[in-house]
């Protein structure tokens, strides 16, 4: 039987992490070695841990998501090592379905809410040429009108598949990775402090990557974006970082000059599919199906950190936008 460790990474966020210990415990029928590395330098956060982990780890200081897995994996003695972030709660049997793909790596559904109805983003490779696609839409609306269709349609793909298929990127909250295929490709860099480590690493390992939609997970959608105030300067860093170490930083130069320069001027129910999105320019959104539905739920609402969430709904057929409005919190 292949043996599994689960490795969540935590930083202040220790109710959330015993939760997801608890459900993926029930998520496994093997049994499931358990270890977090605490990121938070409080020891209060160590010792809330100590007694739903099998092992856990006090780092001094916090060096981020990538040296967390890496310091983590010294404990792990698993074939199979999940790596998680604290705010995932594991569904049904979803460690064994991610197991049982026999992957080199291995990613779930991911969703927004417990009632799986809101659909996370798919994960993006991030190459240059997404860069230099990003950029033309920042100063033609005609590109981004396409580009924005493109990239409705390719979630709508994403959103729809039913069975598990070979794919380039997944999200770095839930990964299940081989040992093996772990220690071959030297772990993660730890240059990433937050952002594009999982990207960077899926570049870097041998063998297959599978989504395993049959696997679902609920995550707490951008909560670390939206808490942080350095999250978009850590963002910045890390993607230019990416971008060299792969070769594309002509294409975050060739952005830097464009924004230098002053922008230019210039159905049914069931057929509706309704995004949300921290981002005004819906970069990234979470999608739900179904018709009735006008806004995010009460739960999705109470766990949203940031002060603004914008909505959509578009055309599942064609990817036009029929409204777009703004929900915003009421300062007391």
């Known amino acids: 039987m292949t043996s599994v460790s689960l490795l969540v990474i935590n930083y202040r966020s220790s109710a ?8 993926a415990r029930a998520a496994s029928s093997r049994p499931l070695q358990t270890i977090v590395v605490d990121n ?3 020891a209060a956060e160590a010792d809330a841990l100590r007694n739903v982990a099998d092992v856990v780890v006090a780092s001094p200081d916090n060096a981020g998501y990538a040296a967390g897995i890496n310091a983590g994996r010294r404990f792990c003695d698993g074939d199979v090592i999940v790596v998680s972030n604290p705010d995932v709660r594991f569904g049904e049997s979803s460690i064994d379905r991610l197991v049982d ?10 969703f927004w809410d417990d009632a799986y109805q809101w659909m996370l983003p798919p994960a993006e490779l991030h190459t240059s040429q997404a860069v230099i696609d990003r950029v033309i839409a920042s100063r033609s609306r005609t590109w981004a009108r396409r580009r924005d269709r493109k990239r409705f349609l ?29 220690d071959a490709a030297g772990g993660f860099d730890e240059r990433f402090p937050l952002y594009f480590e999982e990207n960077d690493f899926l570049r870097r390992v041998k063998g297959g990557i599978l989504y395993v939609p049959a696997a ?39 952005e830097g000059n464009l924004h230098a320069a ?47 969430l914008y909505l959509r709904a578009v055309e599942r057929r064609t990817g036009r936008v029929l409204r777009s409005w703004t929900k915003a919190r009421i300062p007391a």
């Open 262 to 308: 002053s922008l230019p001027e210039g159905g049914d129910c069931d057929d509706v599919v309704l995004e949300a999105s921290p981002l005004a320019n819906f970069e990234t959104a979470a999608g739900h199906f179904g018709s009735g539905v006008t806004d995010v739920s009460d739960d999705v609402w109470r766990k949203y950190r940031g002060g603004v």
């Open 101 to 110: 793909a026999n992957a080199v790596v291995a990613g779930p559904a991911l």
């Open 40 to 42: 938070s330098v409080d």
């Open 216 to 254: 679902r997970c609920r995550h707490l959608y951008n909560q670390s974006a939206a808490a942080s105030a350095e999250a978009a300067l850590l963002y910045a860093r890390s993607e230019l970082l990416y971008l060299r170490k792969w070769g594309g930083a002509f294409a975050k130069r060739f």
């Open 16 to 23: 959330l992490a015993a939760d997801a210990i608890a459900t």
């Open 154 to 182: 390719d979630r709508l793909a994403f959103w729809s598949l039913d069975r598990t298929v070979p794919i380039d990127a997944l999200s770095g909250a839930v990964m299940a990775i081989r040992s093996s295929a772990f």
